[in-house]
């Protein structure tokens, strides 16, 4: 099997399983337990909080560890919102956002919120698939509690101007959600030096392991209020009650390290093994298009590749290619028999998003691995072509 998918899921690194082991099999105690043991543990959690914390530009009392982006967002936009002190109610977020944030907000309308989903730019343009910023614009008023807006979109690798959309939210006094899931680890990012108030990101999109994620709360300038979802025993400062996990903090801690000392190189060895992949592709599949931002820009992922091809179903390519993993639509919605919403936001037909498919190079990938996938995926094609 050769893994494409590292959009959906990366590999945990052999070097972040070797660093969480002690804390399960030896120093085992509860983190928020008084004796040694626990106090060990707490001290693990307390310098992976910094490690982490200064990686990402946010300060150590900013930080709750979640079980994942799922839950850090809930608790971002649900927090604010339903915190007894907030008055606002317009939330604003946008089309091709998870459905971790677009069912969170859609949700919120049960409680009485006004939700306003900003389109993106159409396929065709360069930025294809990057929020419309003076839409966004338009959509943002006095009213407007929170404005989420994802870092970076998990199918086509769409990457948000950041700074500006802090800005935009600012300026009416709303508060700016952040689901960095697919950029914390990939491409850097200073949280506090963006002014973003709340960023959400999960350990299994970076070579972590899969369980943990970590919300920032109160990451720029404002103060955020926010009403747990969780509540027990009062761990993480009352805002995520439960015993913390220190093998699953230092192992997103591990993981973070280990991608912020090799990011650039990873990022070249990531865009090289991409060129190759799709200029293989594109020589030997007739009528294949790239879904999302050009590939020269600054607007995409450069592990992501989002394909259309011209008569083959996505579903259908991975069933004759099963030894390539790869996807069609995000993996967590997977299980929808609908197409990509993303896709479908950016303005292609249904049939045009049943025939796209989603790749996502990652730093455990080799060139060896990308020529064979293709010899793969092009055969898989050829063999199709046949039967139709
Ligand atoms: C942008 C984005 N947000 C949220 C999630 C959900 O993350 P988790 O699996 O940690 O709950 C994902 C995972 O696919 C994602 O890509």
């Known amino acids: 099997m050769i893994y494409l998918d590292n959009h959906s899921t990366t590999i945990c690194d052999p070097l972040v399983v070797e660093a969480m082991l002690p804390w399960l099999t030896q120093d085992y105690g509860n983190p928020h337990s008084g004796h040694r043991a626990g106090v060990a543990a707490a001290d693990a959690i307390d310098r992976s909080t910094k490690s982490v914390a200064k990686l990402i530009g946010a300060s150590p009392e900013t930080m709750v560890f979640t079980s994942g982006a799922t839950e850090a967002n809930n608790l971002a936009i649900r927090g604010v919102c339903l915190h007894p002190r907030q008055k606002r109610r317009h939330i604003v977020t946008v089309a091709t956002e998870h459905p971790a944030v677009l069912d969170v907000c859609e949700d919120l309308k049960r409680d009485g919120f006004r939700v306003t989903v900003v389109p993106v730019i159409p396929a065709g343009s360069p930025k294809a698939g990057v929020v419309d910023l003076d839409r966004l614009a338009d959509a943002i008023d006095d009213d407007t509690v929170i404005v989420s807006v994802m870092a970076a979109n998990n199918e086509v690798g769409a990457i948000a101007p950041l700074y500006e959309i802090a800005e935009l939210a600012h300026r009416h006094g709303a508060l700016f959600h952040c689901d960095a899931t697919q950029v914390i680890g990939r491409i850097p990012i200073n949280i506090a030096a963006a002014d973003i108030d709340l960023v959400s990101g999960s350990a299994h999109k970076f070579y972590g392991p899969k369980g943990i994620g970590l919300l920032v709360v109160g990451g720029g300038n404002r103060r955020v209020r926010l009403r747990p979802e969780i509540v027990g025993g009062g761990q993480q400062r009352g805002l995520r009650s439960g015993t913390m996990a220190p093998a699953m903090v230092v192992g997103l801690t591990r993981a973070l390290e280990i991608c912020s000392q090799s990011m ?4 070249a060895s990531v865009l090289a093994m991409r060129d190759r992949f799709w200029n293989r592709l594109r020589g030997g599949i007739e009528g294949v ?19 259309r091809l011209a008569s083959v179903e996505g579903e259908t390519w991975m069933a004759a290619a099963p030894d390539v993993a790869f996807s069609t639509g995000s993996a967590c919605s997977n299980v929808d028999p609908m197409p990509s919403h993303v896709l479908i936001a950016m303005g292609l037909s249904e049939s045009e998003a049943r025939r796209s498919a989603r790749f996502g190079i990652g730093r455990f990938n080799t060139m060896v691995q990308i020529d064979r996938a293709a010899d793969a995926l092009i055969g898989a094609i050829d063999r199709l072509k046949k039967l139709i």
Do not use: Q, Y
Not at 264 to 267: I, Y
Not at 289 to 307: A, C, K, T, Y
């Open 289 to 307: 298009e790239l879904n999302g931002p050009s590939l020269d820009g600054s607007e995409r992922l450069v592990g992501n590749l989002n394909l």
């Open 264 to 267: 650039e190189s990873d990022r």
